[in-house]
C-alpha cells in the first residue's frame, strides 16, 4: 500500500501546487517523524509473519523511498501512480514496451534524440513500427493513422526550437480512435504544464533535468492517469528492473522541494534572456514560447503556466557559434538542462550530432543555433557574459 493511500484525507486541507511540493504526504517519516523520508538502503526486507508479508518484500518490486518518491510524482502530476526509473531513457523505454509487436506509434517528429535512437534502433527491431511527424500539423496526424496504430507520444515545447504541439486537441482526437497518449514533459515540469488534466495518458520525465534540478542525479519518472494504465507499466518496471535506486529517490526529492522556487526565478530569467537575444544584432533568430512572435504562443499559454527556462538562438554559422561557446564564462557549456547552474549546449554538435545535416537544417538545428538553459544565476551577470561572447 502506498503512503498516499494511507494519508487521512481529512487531516490535510486541498493544498496548492507549492505547498503540495513541500507536504505531498509522505515528507515525515512515519516511524520516527524525521524531516525527511530515510534512504532505505536495503535489497529485501524480513518477513517478521510469514502469513502477513511486509508491504514492500524486495527493492525492485517497492522500496519505501523510492514509494514516496513515486507518489509525490503522482501528486504533482494529479495522476493516480507514480513511478521511478535509472534515467528518463529508461522511463521512456520503459513505456514503450507497453506496445507489442506489429504495433505503430505516431511520435512527434523533432522528438528527444534518444527517443528518437530506441525507435529507429531498438523498438523498430521488435516490431514496433513509429512514424515522426510534425505535430503542429494536426492534419499530418490525423494522416498518419493506420489501422494498426496503438499511441501518440508528444513532447511540446519540443527541442531545441520549442514547437508547440496542441496537447488537448491531439489527446481529444486519440481517445476517438482508442490510442494511448504519451507525453515527455521533461521541458514544463509539472509546475508549468501538466499534461494529464488536458487528456494524456501517461506522463514522462527525465527528472535528471529541472525536477532533480542540481545536475547530480539522472533518473526518470512516468505518471499514469488511470488504475489500469498503471497496473501495467507497474508490472513493466518490476519485470524489466528498470527502477531508481534508493540514494537517488532520495536526492531526486530533494531536489524536487524546490522546483516551484527555482521555476519562477528562472523563466523570469529567461524572458529577459530572450528579450535581450532579440534586440542583438548579432543573433539572427530566437525560439522562446514567451516571444510575441513565437509560432502558436498562444496554444502554449492555453495549456501552461508558464514558458520554461530554454531559450535557443541562432547566431547565423557554426563558427560563430563555436567563438561563443568558447568565450562564455559563466555557463556550463555542456549537454542537458534544467539545473541551478546555466547550461549553454550546442545542438549541432551535441544532442542532434547524430542526425543528418539536410535534415537538422530543415529543422532550424543550424550550425548557428545554440540552447540555453537559464539557472539560478544573476540575470545581468548572464546577460553581460553572454554580450561579450558575442561582441567577440
Ligand atoms: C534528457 C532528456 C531525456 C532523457 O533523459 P535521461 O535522464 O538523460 O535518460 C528525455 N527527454 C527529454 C526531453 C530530455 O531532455
Redesign the pocket.
Given at each position: 500500500m502506498s503512503n498516499q493511500q494511507e494519508r487521512d484525507p481529512n487531516k490535510k486541507p486541498e493544498t496548492r501546487f507549492a505547498t503540495k511540493l513541500i507536504h505531498f504526504g509522505s515528507e515525515i517519516d512515519e516511524h520516527t517523524g524525521a524531516s525527511s523520508v530515510p534512504i532505505y538502503q536495503a535489497s529485501t526486507f524480513h518477513h517478521h509473519d510469514i502469513f502477513n508479508p511486509p508491504v514492500h518484500d524486495y527493492s525492485r518490486s517497492g522500496n519505501p523511498t523510492r514509494q514516496a518518491l513515486e507518489d509525490y510524482i503522482a501528486v504533482l502530476e494529479g495522476g493516480v501512480r507514480g513511478f521511478a526509473f535509472a534515467?528518463?531513457?529508461?522511463a521512456?523505454s520503459t513505456a514503450f514496451l507497453l506496445f507489442s509487436t506489429g504495433d505503430h506509434v505516431i511520435v512527434t517528429e523533432d522528438v528527444?534524440g534518444?527517443?528518437y535512437r530506441l525507435l529507429t534502433t531498438v523498438l523498430n527491431r521488435l516490431g514496433i513500427d513509429s512514424t515522426f511527424v510534425d505535430m503542429t500539423d494536426f492534419a499530418a496526424v490525423r494522416a498518419a493513422l493506420k489501422p494498426n496504430t496503438k499511441a501518440v507520444f508528444m513532447?511540446t515545447p519540443s527541442?531545441p526550437t520549442l514547437k508547440i504541439t496542441d496537447i488537448g486537441e491531439i489527446a481529444a482526437w486519440a481517445k476517438r480512435h482508442d490510442l494511448i497518449t504519451l507525453l515527455?514533459n521533461?521541458?514544463m515540469t509539472p509546475y508549468h504544464q501538466r499534461p494529464i488534466e488536458l487528456g494524456v495518458d501517461i506522463v514522462l520525465h527525465?527528472a535528471?533535468?529541472f525536477l532533480g534540478g542540481h545536475s547530480d542525479v539522472?533518473?526518470?519518472l512516468a505518471v499514469a492517469a488511470d488504475d489500469g494504465l498503471a497496473r501495467r507499466l507497474k508490472q513493466l518496471q518490476n519485470g524489466l528492473g528498470t527502477v531508481l535506486g534508493s540514494q537517488e529517490s532520495w536526492l531526486l526529492m530533494r531536489g524536487m522541494k524546490t522546483l516551484q522556487a527555482r521555476m519562477e526565478h528562472s523563466e523570469r530569467s529567461a524572458r529577459k534572456l530572450a528579450e535581450w537575444l532579440n534586440a542583438h544584432p548579432a543573433v539572427t533568430h530566437v525560439y522562446f514560447p514567451g516571444l510575441a512572435d513565437h509560432p502558436r504562443r498562444d496554444v502554449h499559454e492555453k495549456q501552461s503556466k508558464g514558458y520554461g527556462a530554454v531559450v535557443s538562438f541562432d547566431v547565423g554559422d557554426g563558427e560563430r557559434a563555436k567563438a561563443v561557446l568558447s568565450r562564455v564564462k559563466i555557463p556550463l557549456v555542456a549537454v542537458?538542462?534544467g539545473a541551478v547552474e546555466s547550461i549553454l549546449s550546442y545542438p549541432a554538435m551535441m544532442s542532434h550530432a547524430a542526425m543528418p545535416p539536410e535534415v537538422r537544417q530543415e529543422r532550424g538545428i543550424t550550425d548557428g543555433l545554440l540552447r540555453y538553459s537559464v539557472g539560478l544565476e544573476d540575470i545581468d551577470d548572464l546577460i553581460a557574459d553572454l554580450d561579450q561572447a558575442l561582441n567577440g
Open positions: 534515467s528518463g531513457m529508461a521512456i528527444y534518444g527517443t513532447e527541442n515527455d521533461t521541458f527525465s535528471t533535468k539522472l533518473a526518470g542537458s538542462l
